[in-house]
């Protein structure tokens, strides 16, 4: 791959067979022609040059357009030029695939807007920043993975289908099964036989926290890492209907162990991406955020601000005219109080812990103040809410309390209430969102372009 040779493992004088699509093609009138191949294991294309005693030349090459899949067969040396340090005389070049109605290709060599990409989701890919996008959200899901297997979390696999809202809150996708299915079955009158198959109503989960903490309080560390549904009618640059979300759970520990951890899992992975990605970083800081490589080395070595939710209203209050609505004790912190926490007054991520209970789910554990709760929600500039995570009521009594003041049916929770019943302990874990830390780490603002086909209202593109 083209890869390869710019990390230096293939010599040059040597030999090579260099499959990719032509990125660019200029014709020079000397009778010989540059074209630049991009096969999207790097972020970088690969200068070739081939001139007209190759065969095809005058037949075919002369017509290479952007987009085309070549074979190019030839020398790797030294470039002359100063533009790039690799270049490749060809000998033989194979057309394999060609640009139909090249005028036509949505994909031309000119910069695309990401709106206009959006709406062309099957060939974005072939582009510079969608390569870097995938690659960089591979290495941080790779290392995200290599820190939990590293520290004795073990991967547990969380129910896609379920019948309880984890978060007792917000809409969610019910699940159907349809009589039958085949290319026409919208079309026809389709029975639900959901009812049948589960003997009750389904639905796509929005968290696997409930019955992931039934693990936490068994094998004491484990980890759940897969897409989540949810769905959100706000059409915004931080919501997908299908997001992906690490939730992270562990026996024995309380709000501030896993405050400490969620730091440790954050600044480890940022800084393997900075290292192990930095073809990638280096593209984005030139075209899309020019501190990129400041901030993220500061996300590695500060420590993050943490403040109780009592203090952040404190705060608020003395720039009470900043805001739409009167501050006041027991509001939620919205997205406006956030941009002027990241962007006016700390500049950096802040931790917000222990918020009032009636802003919290169910599970969250009660404090002694019997007013909030012990939860904690992490804030980046820019994106907002990346973590959201709590100690989890473990006390069977509190529990049932706060099921009924939320107006849950107990009985629904017989199974999270076992875990309470026998052998109970203090526990306590968080949810990532993916799409959002990778808006952070790239420096790009929309998580629809972070997540190949994004899922949003009136969007189920593919
Ligand atoms: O804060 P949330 O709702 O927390 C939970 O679901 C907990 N059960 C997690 C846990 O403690 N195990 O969601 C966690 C994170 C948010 O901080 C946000 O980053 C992301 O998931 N998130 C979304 N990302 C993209 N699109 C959406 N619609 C999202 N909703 C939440
Ligand atoms: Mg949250």
Known sequence: SIKKIFDEKIKVNTEVNIYGWVKNKRNSKM???????????????????????????????????????ILVHGILVYSKGTKQKYEVQAN????????????????????????????????????????????IRNCFAHYLRNFLYLNDFAWVPTPIITELNAE?????????????????????????????????????????????????CAVSKVYTFG????????????????????????AFSSLEDIILLAQNILKYTVKKVLDSCFLDI????????????????????????????????????KFNNH???????????STEHERFFLEIYFLQPIIIKNYPKELKAFYMRLNKDEKTVAAMDILVPKMGEIIGGSQR???????????????????????YRDIRKYGTVPHSGFGLGFERFLCYITGLNNV???????????NSNF
């Open 31 to 69: 009778g010989f022609s540059f074209i630049d191949v991009y096969d999207g294991s790097c972020v970088k294309s690969l200068q070739v040059i081939v001139d007209s005693s190759v065969k095809n030349y005058f037949k075919e090459l002369l017509f290479l357009t952007t987009g085309c899949s």
């Open 92 to 135: 033989k070049i194979k057309v394999i695939g060609w640009i139909k109605n090249s005028n036509k290709y949505p994909i031309s060599s000119k910069k695309h807007t990401l709106e206009y990409l959006r709406e062309v989701s099957h060939l974005r890919p072939r582009t510079n920043i969608f390569g870097v996008i995938i690659r």
């Open 168 to 216: 007792g809150a917000g809409n969610m996708f019910y699940v159907s099964t349809l009589n039958s299915v085949n290319s026409s079955y919208y079309k026809k009158n389709v029975t639900d036989n959901t009812k049948n198959f589960f003997g009750k109503k389904t639905f796509l989960t929005v968290s696997g926290q409930l019955t992931l903490e039934t693990y936490a």
């Open 227 to 250: 897409p989540t549904f949810r769905a959100e009618s706000s059409n915004t640059t931080r919501h997908l209907s299908e997001f992906w979300m690490c939730e992270i759970e562990q």
């Open 282 to 317: 280096e593209f984005l800081e030139k075209n899309i955020d020019n501190t990129i490589i400041k901030r993220l080395s500061n996300f590695i070595e500060n420590k993050f601000i943490e403040i109780e939710y009592d203090e952040a209203i404190r705060i608020l209050k």
């Open 323 to 333: 805001f739409k609505e009167p501050v006041i004790w027991g509001m939620d912190i």
């Open 393 to 415: 009521e473990e006390r069977l009594k509190q529990l049932d309390q706060r099921l009924l003041e939320c107006q849950l049916n107990i009985k629904d929770y017989w199974w």
């Open 448 to 458: 629809k372009d972070m997540i190949p086909f994004p899922r949003t209202v009136n």
